[in-house]
Structure formats: C-alpha cells, structure tokens
C-alpha cells in the first residue's frame, strides 16, 4: 500500500563506484519493497550501470564477492528494480560521456535529460549516488 505522506525517492546515480551504485540500488529495491515510489536516474558514469554489458566487465569480480558472502549483487538488484517496474531513466548527456549508445541499454530504459528527471521526482526525495 502506497502511503501519501511518504514521499517517493529519486536516485541520481552519478558515479561508477561499485559500492555507490550497490547502495543505490539497496535502497530503491527496498524502498519498492515498501510500496513507495521510485525513480532512478543514471547520468555520468552512472550511466554503465543500466548497461547490458559494460557493467558485467566492470564488476563481475566484486558481484562475485557478494553473491559468496549471501548478499544481493549489484545485477541481482538491478534485475529486481527491473522486476518491479522501477523508472529507469538514462540521462543523454551521460551516454555521451561515457561512449555509451541507446541500444547498450537495458530494455526500458528511457534515454531523457535533467529536466523530465526532475518533473518525474517533484514529489520525491532525491538522493544521490
């Protein structure tokens, strides 16, 4: 059950940092778990992370580390984010930066710019990554 007075989250995912997007990630999973809206927004580098491939070299190693120990990898929230039907949004200017293509993205993710990122979280707390 959605509760009105608590407000979505919008996640701006800017950085490549592997434990940056791994808490993004935690916290947009559990926060759809809780029933409370969630936009994710990956600009920059951040942008891999919405990748089909690049990601997978980037940080298969520390995914393994973590699927060892019992915890959720970074694909295995990302795919959960997916499963449950999390915005996910690619910024234009970030694919540009990074040499990354529209169709390197994961399917559905919509390729938009700062500006319909912040009219999609106008009633959201946005936190950045």
């Not at 919405?50 to 070299?57: G, H, R």
């Not at 997916?82 to 399917?107: F, I, K, N, W, Y």
Request: proline share 7%; aromatic share 6%; glycine share 8%.
């Amino acid at each position: 059950m959605t509760h009105p007075h608590r407000p979505g989250l919008a996640l701006m995912l800017c950085s490549d940092d592997f434990d940056r997007l791994h808490a993004g990630f935690m916290l947009a999973a559990a926060a759809l778990a809780l029933d409370r809206p969630v936009v994710v927004f990956a600009t920059g580098p951040g942008v891999l992370a919405l990748c089909q491939e690049a990601p997978s070299l980037m940080f298969a190693e520390r995914n393994a580390g973590l699927a060892e120990r019992g915890v959720a990898s970074l694909f295995t929230l990302r795919d959960a984010l997916v499963a449950m039907e999390a915005p996910l949004l690619a910024c234009e200017s970030g694919l540009r930066r990074t040499g990354a293509q529209p169709q390197d993205l994961l399917p559905g993710v919509r390729v938009v710019g700062l500006p319909t990122f912040l009219d999609l979280s106008a009633d959201h707390q946005i936190v950045t990554f």
